[in-house]
Structures are given as structure tokens and as C-alpha cells.
């Protein structure tokens, strides 16, 4: 305007200020609506993540030490097993419902998870396979976050130093084995958790603790390995590499586990670098994951082995990671896409997996079932409805 003067009050300046008000109300009145049915979304998928959680004990409880039986109908699969690396996943999930409540109680029982491996571990932290002490370590760190317990902190520095004295070696170029038995072996489940963990550690050992430990070094190192050896130009994750010692790659075995982990590790890398072309390879990789594995509403049924039923649970966990980096940064159009699979996947999931009381999902998300399954896959159900749940209330 030319003249801070103000302009008599017309019929059309009266009209113009009446449309604008009216303007401004529906706007105002959009946004609310907008508002509402945001937190209404986001109170309604908490309250189902609430009964997610409370179904892992209503159908796999058992007594101590015990803790969770590892199928349900509880007697089938194969009791006796202890599936350290599966109640790694338990206590992440616990702490997913304590971060998103505040309720110590779930914080309660992630501490039980950890108790729970130590004593059925032979009071160690250690065993055979890298990829499975990774997974301790990494939900550790987080208990460590939720308590402030400096124990739980040096327990996963003790698990890093281990597996980088016991599995880091330069067969097949610098990279983590799978385990101690093949040390020549290496695949994404040992490098892509070994690349997340050691970056969160890098942020969390306070400087003067960390030593001569090259946490970046080694993450960086792991990372390219993985994009030389087993990423391919869509951004498609293979498993491993050299397993039967003939320098073959498994392609037989096309996981969203793996897929899931490189997701996770460019996301931590671009964090720690500032590198957003990182991002770009992630979003790569689960816009691929989504076009191979699923049907673009739900993953396929993975197998029946009992660790297939984790799979999804760590690719929704890591998706989860980068639509709040994307959201972080702006890029709503990708945000808004892979979060639509979310959507669509947890909303199929619900309908065939609540049965008005508890959940109880099948291998296969798109059917009900009343076969056995692990428990393995009622936390990867856990794990995306906690996804969910989160992005309603972002």
C-alpha cells in the first residue's frame, strides 16, 4: 500500500473484509478439523500399539525364565530355543511404548528383557553370532537412554569392542563376519547393525571414554563395504557374500531384514555426515523394498523358520527412521509416499489380526490365521503398529 491511510468503508471494501474474515475462518476452521483429526488418528493407533504390546504377553507369556514362550499355541515350534537375538527386539519394543506413554512400567519390562538374556546367556553378554550381540548392544544403548544407567552403556561398548576383536577382519575387503565359526562369511545382518550401532556410540560415549575406539572409522569402512558387495544399482540389498566359500552371493534370499538395515545405516550415516545424497540411497532402497517385496499394501510371508517373522518389523522400524529425517528435512512429497505404506500396511494388518480384544497377526499380514506362529512375528507386528502410531502423532 501507498497511504496508511485508511480507506473509507465501502460497500466493496465491506464485502472484500467480509470474504476475508470468512476466509480466515474456514481457514481457521480447516486447521482445527485438521488438528482434531490428527490427534484422534494419533489417540487411536496408540491405544492399538497399547494392545499390540499387551497381546505379546497375553499369548506368549511364561514363567520365569522362560519369560515369553517362542510360539503360540505354546508347545509348538520349538520351546526349548533361546532366541537371544529375538528378545533383543523385545526389549526395543518395550522401550518403543515407554517412549511413546511415559509409562514406567514398559521401561519395567524392557530392564526384565535384558535380565532375562544375561541370566539365560550364563550371565554373559556374549555368544556365536555377531549380528545377534549387535542387536543386544543396540537396544541397549536406548535402555541406557530411558534410565541413565551407566552400566547399560558400557555393556555396549563391551559388546562393540568384542565383535570388532572377535569378527572384524580383511577377508573379502574390511567388514564384520556373520560369526565366529565363519569368519569369512559376511553379510548385511552383521554390517548394517554394526554400521547404526557404532554411530549412535560415536554420539553417546562421552569423549574422554571413547579411547582410541574409531567408531566412525569402522562404520564408514562396513558401509562401503556393504554398497560395494551387496547393494545393487536400484538399491536392492542382497544378504550375504562367500557363505559356502565360493565367493557367491546369496541371491537366493531377498529379506526386507536387509533392506531395512541399509535403510537404517545410510540414515545414520547421513546424520553423522551431513551427506544428504545418503538419504537419496535410502529412499532408493525402500521405494525398491516396497516395488520387490510387497504387494504395495503388505510384505509377503517371508518363511516359517521363526526369524523370518522379525524381518518386517525391522524394515518398518528403519522406514520409520527415515520419514522423520524427510519430515526433518522438508521432503514431504517422499515422506508423505513411504509413510502411505505405513498406512496401508498397519491398516490391513488391524483388520485381519484384531479379533475385538487382542491382536494376534499371521506370517502373511493380508489373512487371518489361527496356525501357530512365533513370537517373532507378533513383534514385527508390535514394531509397525508402533510406527504408526508415531507418525499419526508427529
Known amino acids: ?29 480447516s486447521t482445527s478439523t485438521s488438528t482434531s483429526t490428527s ?9 492399538r500399539a497399547d494392545v499390540a504390546q499387551r497381546s505379546l504377553d497375553h499369548y506368549f507369556g511364561a514363567e520365569w525364565p522362560q519369560f ?3 510360539s503360540h499355541p505354546a508347545g509348538t515350534g520349538v520351546p526349548e530355543t533361546f532366541n537371544y537375538w529375538w528378545l533383543a527386539h523385545v526389549i526395543d519394543a518395550r522401550l518403543d511404548a515407554f517412549e511413546r506413554t511415559g509409562d514406567a512400567a514398559w521401561r519395567d519390562q524392557a530392564e526384565e528383557g535384558y535380565r532375562n538374556i544375561v541370566e539365560r546367556n550364563g550371565g554373559q553378554l556374549f555368544n556365536d553370532y555377531f549380528d545377534d550381540m549387535l542387536w543386544f548392544a543396540l537396544a541397549i544403548v536406548r535402555l541406557h537412554g530411558a534410565t541413565g544407567r551407566e552400566s547399560y552403556l558400557a555393556d555396549a561398548v563391551a559388546i562393540w569392542d568384542h565383535v570388532i576383536a572377535e569378527g572384524w577382519n580383511d577377508a573379502g575387503g574390511a567388514s564384520l563376519a556373520w560369526r565366529k565359526q565363519q569368519l569369512e562369511y559376511k553379510n548385511t545382518p552383521a554390517n548394517g547393525p554394526l554400521v547404526i550401532l557404532s554411530l549412535r556410540l560415536e554420539r553417546v560415549v562421552p569423549e574422554g571414554e571413547a579411547g582410541d575406539r574409531d567408531f566412525r572409522g569402522y562404520a564408514t569402512t562396513a558401509f562401503q563395504w556393504l554398497e560395494t558387495h551387496l547393494v545393487g544399482d536400484d538399491g536392492f540389498v542382497e544378504d550375504g557374500i562367500n557363505r559356502e566359500g565360493d565367493g557367491r552371493v546369496d541371491t537366493q534370499w531377498r529379506f526386507t531384514y536387509n533392506q531395512g538395515l541399509y535403510i537404517g545405516a ?33 510384505f509377503r510371508d ?26 526433518a528435512a522438508g521432503r514431504d512429497a517422499e515422506r508423505a509416499e513411504l509413510e502411505g505404506f505405513v498406512r496401508r500396511g498397519t491398516d490391513v494388518l488391524w483388520a485381519t489380526a484384531f479379533d475385538g480384544e ?28 508402533e510406527q504408526r502410531a508415531t507418525l499419526e502423532t508427529r
Open 1 to 29: 500500500m501507498t497511504s496508511t491511510t485508511p480507506a473509507p468503508a465501502t460497500a466493496a471494501s465491506t464485502t472484500t473484509t467480509s470474504t476475508s474474515t470468512s476466509t480466515s475462518t474456514s481457514t481457521s476452521t
Open 39 to 47: 490427534t484422534s488418528a494419533g489417540a487411536e493407533w496408540s491405544h
Open 68 to 70: 515369553l514362550e517362542n
Open 266 to 298: 545410510a540414515v545414520e550415516l547421513a546424520q553423522s555426515t551431513g551427506d544428504t545424497a545418503l538419504l537419496d540411497r535410502a529412499v532408493r532402497t525402500a521405494r525398491t523394498a516396497i516395488a520387490e517385496l510387497s504387494d504395495g499394501v503388505v
Open 302 to 327: 517371508e518363511g516359517e523358520g521363526g526369524d523370518e517373522g522379525l524381518f518386517k518389523g525391522v524394515f518398518y522400524r528403519y522406514l520409520g527412521c527415515v520419514t522423520l529425517v524427510l519430515a
Open 358 to 385: 487382542w491382536l494376534r497377526p499371521a506370517n502373511d499380514w493380508s489373512v487371518s490365521s489361527v496356525e501357530s506362529i512365533p513370537y517373532s512375528t507378533q513383534l514385527s507386528a508390535i514394531m509397525a503398529i
